[in-house]
């Protein structure tokens, strides 16, 4: 019921800053959180940040202060910017979101596809 597509991965060296761009699309569903998640080859997927429709947000504690998320809630977008990357930081970095049809329902999650961020000098 809701489509995400990302954008913004590619290859930059240690220290370096790249903006990963997620797009949602849906004709019927409210979206109440959206947010970042990743994973490492041979790692379980983690919590990135997540920025809900209040604008309140959240991040791992090993992002805070390098990894900056925010949200244009009128087209449904929500933007990574990361910063003073670190080769940990290589991951595919997937987009989703929360949503639901009506305020009686419960929220159902919903994935992009995910888009490759590597950090290699």
């Known amino acids: 019921q809701v489509q995400l597509v990302e954008s913004g991965g590619g290859l930059v060296q240690p220290g370096g800053s790249l903006r990963l761009s997620c797009a949602a699309s849906t004709s019927d569903f409210r979206i109440n959180v959206m947010g970042w998640h990743r994973q490492a080859p041979g790692k379980q997927r983690e919590l990135v940040a997540t920025?809900?429709?209040?604008?309140?947000?959240d991040y791992a504690d090993s992002e805070k202060g390098r990894f900056t998320i925010s949200r244009d809630g009128a087209k449904n977008m929500v933007y990574l910017q990361m910063n003073s990357l670190k080769p940990e930081d290589t991951a595919v970095y997937y987009c989703?979101?929360?949503?639901?049809?009506?305020?009686?329902?419960?929220?159902?999650?919903?994935w992009g596809q995910g888009t490759q961020v590597t950090v290699s000098s």
């Open positions: 989703y979101c929360q949503a639901r049809r009506t305020v009686y329902e419960r929220s159902y999650e919903y």
């Open positions: 920025i809900t429709s209040g604008g309140s947000t």
